[in-house]
């Protein structure tokens, strides 16, 4: 039986329980807390939980719709998290019950779903795939000026807005971000927010990005910064030379959703210079005449920032679920 938190609430503690423990958190961090968007009550109808026949706790599937921005177009993706199955109930597919029905039922509704996981093999078997880039690196010489720092609700919604939307939304397809989002992203004080006068950085979140600055407002304010030896930071393309690349990441695992606003995704991030048409078992870009692409070869190419006649896509780890 497949119900929701919004069905069950008495089960929002368990299912706070089965995640923490399938992710190895520790007493010094919290689930709800790191991943508040995702866990918080307004966004209950859509974590899916899977029930026994006695109505125990089996697995928990969250997912949260959220807006990426593309130029002057909107698209609606599904962020996945918090997929977790009971430790005593697993290899009976419980897991692809769950998950295999969770896509299903958004699938038509959004352009595509993102996931972050190291179990890349097995999401394939379900078309999620690896795709985009992530540079993460140091600065080649660090900067002396040490900046407060603080949690996100020190600054007024309106100077986050103002600052993430001329650093991501105007160079970046990115997700975008509303009063809203950003009222619920506060929530997350597990993010360290560093801050000048009219410039920010976010750091740290949780157990994996621990040490992680993986969204800033200005490259040079970012020079100027007296970072700990620890600190690493994330790069969406890859950095000037003041900067040292220790190594590439994937952004994400990325499965296509509906078909007609994946191709209308497609033909914004191209700048309109590329038009695609999904087949059943192939794609085609008209521009490219009759050669044949696997799905996975048009997310490779969609969400990879080489190209430079294309929008850089970016989703930060504030975002993250």
């Known amino acids: 039986m ?17 995640a923490s423990n399938s992710f190895g958190y520790d007493s010094l961090h919290k689930i709800e807390i790191d991943f508040y968007p995702l866990f918080q009550e307004e966004n209950w109808e859509h974590c899916f939980i899977l029930l026994d026949e ?9 997912l949260k719709i959220r807006q990426m921005i593309v130029g002057d177009k909107i698209f609606p993706i599904a962020l996945l998290g918090g997929i ?18 969770i896509i299903k039922r958004f699938e038509q509704q959004v352009t595509f779903f993102i996931l972050w996981s190291d179990k890349d093999a097995l999401y394939e078997k379900f078309d999620f795939f690896q795709v985009g880039e992530v ?18 609700e020190v600054l007024s919604l309106s100077q986050l807005e103002a600052q993430y939307h001329s650093a991501y939304e105007t160079r970046y397809a ?27 950085a976010i750091r740290g979140k949780g157990m994996d990005l621990q040490n992680i600055i993986y969204e800033w407002h200005n490259n040079d304010w ?15 393309t890859s950095p000037d030379k003041d900067f040292k690349i220790l190594r590439k990441l994937f952004l994400g695992l990325v499965k296509i959703g509906n078909t007609e606003l994946f191709q209308n995704f497609f033909h914004a991030i191209f700048k309109r210079q590329l038009n695609l048409v999904i087949q059943a078992t192939s794609c085609k870009i008209k ?16 969400f990879s920032n080489s190209s430079p006649n294309k929008w850089p896509i970016y989703v930060s780890g504030l975002d993250s679920i």
């Open 84 to 101: 977790a199955v009971d430790e005593q109930q697993r290899g009976h597919g419980h897991f692809r019950t769950l998950f295999s029905e």
């Open 222 to 236: 970012l020079k100027t910064c007296a970072l700990d030896g620890k600190t690493k930071i994330w790069f969406p």
């Open 2 to 18: 497949i119900l929701t938190l919004k069905q069950r609430p008495d089960f929002f503690p368990s299912v706070l329980k089965l």
């Open 174 to 200: 990115c997700i975008k971000r509303d009063k809203e989002d950003w009222l619920s992203l506060q929530k997350i004080t597990s993010a360290e927010l560093l801050h000048g006068k009219d410039e920010y």
């Open 54 to 62: 006695t109505e125990n706790l089996v697995a928990h599937l969250g």
């Open 135 to 152: 540079f993460e690196a140091i600065p080649r010489e660090q900067g002396k000026t040490k900046y407060p720092s603080s949690t996100l």
């Open 287 to 302: 521009e490219h005449g009759q050669k044949d692409y696997s799905m996975q070869a048009i997310l490779e190419m969609t």
